[in-house]
């Protein structure tokens, strides 16, 4: 059974820093990518960063210099270290594991940045 375990949200001051992780369990394809998405309140999912197997990163513009993704591939979890947050950052984000044919998502996690 696969599963993603999601960690580190929580509520924050701007300017604050949290760091999330993500651990999987269960998968047997290979895993291509590891990233997370984001949910704000009346917002669509969007990608906020991803790590791509060699270590290529991918990061959305409004978050590039303040986020870092990286991944450890021995515990196939990937991590993202946001700081300098705003209270735009404030969203459900959630974990995402690429395979070759598909993708399997974490429950997401709650960030609240406080102005």
């Known amino acids: 059974q696969v599963q993603l375990v999601e960690s580190g949200g929580g509520l924050v001051q701007a300017g604050g820093s949290l760091r999330l992780s993500c651990a999987a369990s269960g998968i047997r394809s290979r895993i291509n990518a590891m990233g997370w998405y984001r949910r704000a309140p009346g917002k669509q999912r969007e990608l906020v960063a991803r790590?791509?197997?060699?270590?290529?990163?991918n990061y959305a513009d409004s978050v590039k210099g303040r986020f870092t993704v990286s991944r450890d591939n021995a515990k196939n979890t990937v991590y993202l270290q946001m700081n300098s947050l705003k209270p735009e950052d404030t969203a459900v984000y959630y974990c995402?594991?690429?395979?070759?044919?598909?993708?399997?998502w974490g429950q997401g996690t709650q960030v609240t940045v406080s102005s």
């Open positions: 790590i791509l197997n060699g270590g290529d990163t």
């Open positions: 995402n594991v690429l395979i070759i044919w598909g993708d399997y």
